[in-house]
């Protein structure tokens, strides 16, 4: 087989700036710095910090295999693939490669809310390099696999939001590259339509394209890889067959137990309220590494409020996701009837009577609206684990390996 | 296991692109599509759509007669002064239009250039595209006034597509120049109305370039706008307007610099595009 991706020591730097958020200079700044050489006046410079996004990564990509990049946020996955896909360009290195590229960073880059279907159509395809000829020949196919026939000649603002996902995976999926990059779009889209995608992919590679595939959802990726690559903060920790890698994975996520949230970038919101941190809590009060299945478990959000705002109307939401990235439920304040009102703590407490998740671990989504208004949301923010638990009060155990909500029930003979 | 292979892209750090002329052969679609799409958006979105590529020019140039012709008195020489204007401002509002559009196209077109790979080029060089159209639908403006006021070209105007060309190659030169500046200095953003605005009355839009005095003329040519609107008007107009060939030498040279000084500086700055936008 032949080596179609070849990466050696591929290292990005990133220089951050403490002052101001902003990636570009302004003028001023500029001026201003040549005016202190000139007067040889040190002045305190806003203080930069490199950081290595990836950190001397190597590895070889054999034509046809299908490679799953896992990783914790931050550990340099999305930076690997905007280098792959030449949106970047590394500080050191050098990936050689062989065949034409795709990349699917993002869904429905290039699409115009304005324009209708069609015109979307022959638009993305152009931004992602297929010439006007191979898309129309190629047309028919993508209206089928997106089944958007009846809306082609409608604004694709109109559109559902899993239409539009759809249109612009099946532009994408027909592009039929010799290497396809694909970020964590199936995150979106609904269950029915992940599995055409991944089936889509799996055709893909099976005629002799190479595949390389980032995303959280553990279960997309032992489907889909044959091969995986874990990431952790920017240095390859293993290469190997996906599930020996995504067991180490798994493994390593565990012995995170700080969730510590003041660093993290990858958020949104207006910042209304930030969350800082999370802490986990037994019945009796004291802060645990885990949780206990069948316990009382408290999970205390840390969070700072901007000071020149009344919090108020202020709904929040944590999601759980399992290991294998599923969503396995959502809890709120608005369900309950406890949005709060006139906030002037700091942390709020989400208190589970009884813990019904069997062992394992777990990832949580945290979010939260002010007036409707996004304050701040942070996607896979942590994990938790869950320790086993009497849950039933039998003194035993549920079986493994079916399923990971535990209910209370009862069995009568009538 | 692997036999010596020949890879057809190598990426490395500041590795200039030797594949650059291919890629952008292979892109060339997106030119058109890029520049179609800027066309449908803007008369989709807007209620009277082209004629606004109508009135714009068309005020300006009532504006400007007004003012230049009626109220300065500046010569005329028997031409009919909106004839004057108006075949000036056909090159500077083409200019004006497409410089403003391409210096921010860059940015307007960001999470683009995060997430695809695409010659870059082509972002800045499609919107200066779309004016073009907004062009070829002035020279049909051009075309009435000179059936109303029964003046016909002289011959001069075979020369036309060469000083379109002129002025196609000006805006495109500066255009990416500034856009790469945009990308890293927002402060452009500011200085390109300015330098619009203040383009608008340096240039021999509202005038023709021989009321400024002799001695300056020289000086005046290093304006490359000179050049290309001394020369539309001398081919739509006729050997009547005076044509300074030493200008037009200067124009064109100066033209040239800028091009070159744009696309290297694009070429050296589009590699840090997607970090820093």
Known sequence: ?414 | MSLPNNFDIVIEPNKRRSNFWKDLWNYRGLFYFLSWRDILVRYKQTAIGILWSVIRPLATMVVFTIIFGKVAHLPSDGIPYILIVSAGMLPWQFFANAFSEASNSLIANSSMLSKVYFPRIIVPISSVMVSFIDLLISFVIMAVLLAWYHFIPSINLIFLPLFIALAVFVTIGLSLLISALNVKYRDFRYIVPFIVQFGLYISPVGFKSSVIPEKLRLLYSLNPMVGVIDGFRWCILGSTIEFNRLGFCISILVSILIFIIGFYYFRKMERTFADII
């Open chain 1, 1 to 414: 087989m032949a080596v179609v991706i070849r990466v050696e020591n591929l290292t990005k730097k990133y220089i951050l700036r403490h002052e101001g958020s902003n990636s570009y200079e302004a003028l001023r700044e500029v001026i201003a710095g040549s005016f202190q050489k000139v007067v040889k006046k040190e002045i305190q410079r806003p203080s930069k910090e490199e950081f290595l996004a990836l950190n001397n990564v190597s590895f070889e990509l054999n034509q046809g295999e299908r490679v799953g990049i896992i990783g914790r946020n931050g550990a340099g996955k999305s930076t690997l693939l905007k280098v792959l896909s030449r949106i970047t360009e590394p500080s050191s290195g050098r990936v050689s490669m062989k065949g034409r590229i795709a990349s699917l960073l993002e869904v429905g880059t290039g699409f115009h809310p304005e324009l209708t279907g069609r015109e979307n159509i022959f638009l993305n395809g152009s931004i992602l390099g297929m010439a006007k000829r191979e898309i129309q020949l190629k047309f028919d196919e993508i209206v089928a696999f997106a089944e958007v026939e009846q809306f082609l000649d409608t604004p694709v603002k109109r559109y559902s939001s899993g239409m539009y996902v759809r249109l612009a995976f099946a532009v994408a999926a027909h592009l039929e590259p010799e290497i396809l990059i694909v970020d964590e779009v199936l995150a979106v889209g609904d269950a029915e339509f992940q599995k055409k995608c991944l089936g889509k992919m799996q055709d893909v590679s099976s005629s002799g394209r190479t595949i390389l595939f980032v995303s959280h959802n553990m279960a997309a990726i032992q489907n889909l890889c044959d091969k995986a690559i874990y990431l952790k903060k920017g240095e390859v920790q293993t290469i190997g067959k996906s599930e020996e890698v995504i067991a180490t994975y798994l493994k390593s996520t565990a012995e995170v137990q700080n969730i510590n949230l003041a660093d993290r970038k990858d958020r949104s919101g207006n910042g209304a309220i930030r969350f800082q941190s999370v802490e986990l809590l037994d019945d009796s009060g004291h802060t645990v590494q885990s949780l206990q299945c069948g316990k009382k478990a408290v999970i205390r959000i840390h969070f700072e409020r901007n000071q020149n705002v009344v919090i108020n109307n202020l709904h929040v939401a944590i999601g759980i996701d399992n290991d294998f990235g599923q969503r396995i439920t959502q809890m709120n304040n608005e369900v309950t009837n406890q949005i709060f009102n006139n906030v002037q703590s700091n942390s709020f407490d989400l208190v589970i009577d009884v813990l019904p998740l069997k062992n394992g671990i777990y990832s949580f989504v945290l979010y939260s609206t002010m007036n409707n208004e996004i304050a701040d949301w942070i996607q896979n923010a942590g994990t938790f684990h869950v320790e086993s638990g009497d849950f039933y009060h039998t003194g035993k155990l549920p079986p493994e390996g079916q399923g990971s909500v535990l209910i209370r029930y009862s069995f009568n003979l009538k």
